[in-house]
């Protein structure tokens, strides 16, 4: 069983309207939790951490539903710009030293 | 600031030859990572490092190896490449303190490498 795993997509979404979806991870322990974009044949970078009661930053809002042990990310009013992947990473350990965990990431194509 | 930075950025190799995959961070980082992505696949760690002098495996050290001599440059050298060492390496820093700041990690753009 994978530790992160996330539905590979595509997510086609029109422009202007609304995408989520959702990443579940297995290690109960994992203390952080992170969405980081990723464009076609690029590096990977920070979106935005998420935090226990959730958080916003501009259009896209994230959620730790740590019970459940999933995280989602929620993209509003998609521009085409959106257009990439979206990796969920968790972070197990609390020391400065923690290992990062990635998922495969979800794809997300905004059409015109 | 260049952050960090890879070379070479695509490479072919030929089974059993060596190369060594460079990067550089400006960053003062005292935390420094190697990763492989494979299609389909996350991240997975080869090495990381965190500080000059001090390096350790990851979760797919095999065939690799890494020097740390100093903050700037971690080096990943592969010495015999196999078919199954294609892929797309990721050289990362971050900072060493705890808090939101330490929790990113700065990517380098990445090396292409195919064994044929």
């Known amino acids: 069983r994978k530790e992160v795993e996330q539905d590979p997509g595509p997510f086609n979404v029109p422009e202007g309207a609304t995408v989520a979806f959702n990443c579940t991870y297995s290690?109960?322990?994992?203390?952080?939790f992170f969405w980081y974009r990723q464009d076609c044949r690029k590096e990977p970078k920070l979106l935005m951490s998420?935090?226990?009661s959730g958080n916003e930053d501009g259009r896209f809002t994230a959620q730790l539903n740590r019970a459940s042990q999933y995280i989602s990310l929620l993209i509003r009013d998609s521009k085409l710009s959106d257009s990439a992947t979206y990796l969920c990473?968790?972070?197990?350990?609390?020391?400065?030293?923690?290992?990062?965990?990635f998922g495969a990431g979800t794809q997300v194509v905004v059409t015109p | 600031n260049a952050g960090v930075t890879q070379t070479p950025k695509f490479r072919i190799l030929k089974i059993g030859q060596s190369m060594t995959l460079q990067c550089t961070q400006d960053?003062?980082?005292?935390?420094m990572y190697w990763y492989r992505q494979d299609p389909g696949m996350g991240l997975k760690l080869i090495y990381y490092?965190?500080?000059?002098?001090?390096?350790d495996k990851g979760e797919v050290p095999n065939g690799y190896n890494v020097s740390r001599s100093t903050t700037e440059d971690f080096p990943l050298r592969l010495e015999l490449a196999a078919p199954s060492q294609t892929s797309v390496y990721f050289c990362?820093?971050?900072?060493?303190?705890?808090?939101?700041?330490?929790?990113?990690?700065?990517f380098g753009p990445g090396t292409r490498l195919l064994v044929l």
């Open positions: 990362a820093s971050s900072y060493p303190n705890r808090g939101p700041l330490q929790e990113t990690q700065y």
């Open positions: 990473v968790v972070k197990e350990e609390t020391d400065s030293w923690g290992k990062l965990q």
């Open positions: 960053m003062n980082h005292n935390y």
């Open positions: 490092s965190v500080g000059a002098g001090i390096t």
């Open positions: 998420v935090y226990s």
């Open positions: 290690n109960s322990a994992s203390q952080s």
